[in-house]
């Protein structure tokens, strides 16, 4: 018995270490999301696997295997997101409210509104951070994940850059 209880010990001293780093460099948010659908594509034909299409209107090539993630997320007044990225493109349609969006890499941390009706695209792996300025009205929307690694979370949280007052 006692082989395993230091090995085990020792995986829960790392583990517990790990996290309260993760927590210390993260910046939580305060959005509640919940996961609409998951599942991995391809072309109709084959199922999961690599697929292409090139139109008038889109253009999309996925090499292998990937996930499609639809998100439904609410953010009370005064909420925010963190500061985190994605491992994969994200279309965001905001269907209440108004959400500010500022860019980790903008020294001047302009800011970026959306209103209701109204989307907007987030890149591969762009630190970012969402908030709702709100005072009064909730914002509501749902985002689609497209290409999401199999298996892997849709969200990375990041640290503060440092380039905005809050």
């Avoid at 990937?66 to 491992?87: E, I, K, L, Q």
């Avoid at 970012?128 to 709100?134: G, L």
Wanted: glycine share 10%.
């Amino acid at each position: 018995m006692k082989p395993f209880v230091i090995p085990g010990t020792v995986a829960l001293v790392l583990s517990a270490s790990l996290a309260c780093t993760g927590i210390a460099l993260a910046t939580p948010g305060d959005q509640e999301t919940e996961i609409v659908g998951r599942s991995s594509v391809g072309p109709v034909e084959t199922g999961p696997g690599a697929f292409s299409v090139n139109s008038d209107n889109i253009q999309l090539t996925l090499d292998k295997a990937t996930d499609v993630v639809v998100n439904h997320s609410t953010m009370a007044p005064g909420g925010t997101s963190g500061w985190h990225s994605h491992p994969n493109v994200v279309f965001v349609t905001l269907t209440e409210g108004t959400l500010t969006v500022y860019d980790a890499d903008d020294p001047k941390c302009t800011s970026y509104v959306v209103h209701a009706g109204e989307g907007f695209v987030e890149p591969i792996d762009h630190v970012h951070i969402v908030r709702n300025e709100s005072p009064t009205d909730r914002a509501s929307w749902y985002a689609t994940h497209i290409g999401v690694p199999t298996g892997v979370s849709t969200r990375t949280d990041a640290p503060s850059p440092g380039n905005c007052p809050f």
